[in-house]
């Protein structure tokens, strides 16, 4: 079993900066793709950002290319995702996500991290 715990989160003016942090438990984390997904009220959770491991690939969602950059130090078990010139819109809980066989099949969701950008 893995478990995935975010923190970063928090309030922010719109064209400021956050790092998203998730801390994963287990021996195989260096093997596993992992994600960000974000969810905003009275809307559906929307793909973010992944690495995959098995394709050696980094995907983002249009609406965060070139602002947001998702990393990983497999020697802390921790994924990342810098998230620069923030917009209101970008306002959601951020889930970190895993895929236990290396692609973007998610396995394991964190509980999630509100970030709330002011305009």
Known sequence: QVQLVESGGGLVQAGGSLRLSCV??????????????????????????ARSWSRGTTNYADSVKGRFTISRDN??????????????EDT????????SSGDYVWDYWGQGTQVTVSS
Request: aromatic share 20%; hydrophobic share 45%.
């Open 24 to 49: 994963a438990s287990g021996r195989f984390f260096s093997t596993y793709a992992m994600g960000w997904f974000r969810q905003a009220p009275g809307k559906e959770r929307e793909f973010v950002a």
């Open 75 to 88: 020697a802390k078990n921790t994924v990342y995702l810098q998230m620069n010139s923030l917009k209101f």
């Open 92 to 99: 959601a809980v951020y889930y970190c996500a895993a895929g």
